[in-house]
């Protein structure tokens, strides 16, 4: 059973940077590919952005193509979401996610989830 925890949310002002941090539990985890989603109030949850474990390809979501960036450090069993330029439409609740299947961009893909970290971002 693979457990994520995400970290790094917070507080800031438009313009600002963050950085999340998703950390998987286990000695062994090999997700097809692991990916970011967000959930803003009364919205529905939104993909992000999306790396390939083995092969380090990524996917991000055009709203934040150029701010955001997805990494990994498959030592650490650890993805992150660098976020810059953050706008207050990125207020969101942002969650972690492991996926075992082709279509990434899509939440039906994943099947293990982090319990969120919220960003907000004042204007």
């Known amino acids: 059973q693979v457990q994520l925890v995400e970290s790094g949310g917070g507080l800031v002002q438009a313009g600002d940077s963050l950085r999340l941090s998703c950390v998987a539990s286990g000695r062994t985890f090999r997700p097809y590919a692991m990916g970011w989603f967000r959930q803003a109030p009364g919205k529905e949850r939104e993909f992000v952005a999306a790396i390939y474990w083995r092969g380090g390809g990524t996917s991000y979501a055009d709203s934040v193509k150029g701010r955001f960036t997805i990494s990994r450090d498959n030592a650490k069993n650890t993805v992150y979401l660098a976020m810059n330029s953050l706008k207050p439409e990125d207020t969101a609740d942002y969650y972690c996610?492991?996926?075992?299947?082709?279509?990434?961009?899509?939440?039906?893909?994943?099947?293990?989830w982090g319990q969120g970290t919220q960003v907000t971002v004042s204007s």
């Open positions: 996610a492991a996926a075992y299947r082709i279509l990434i961009a899509t939440p039906e893909s994943y099947d293990f």
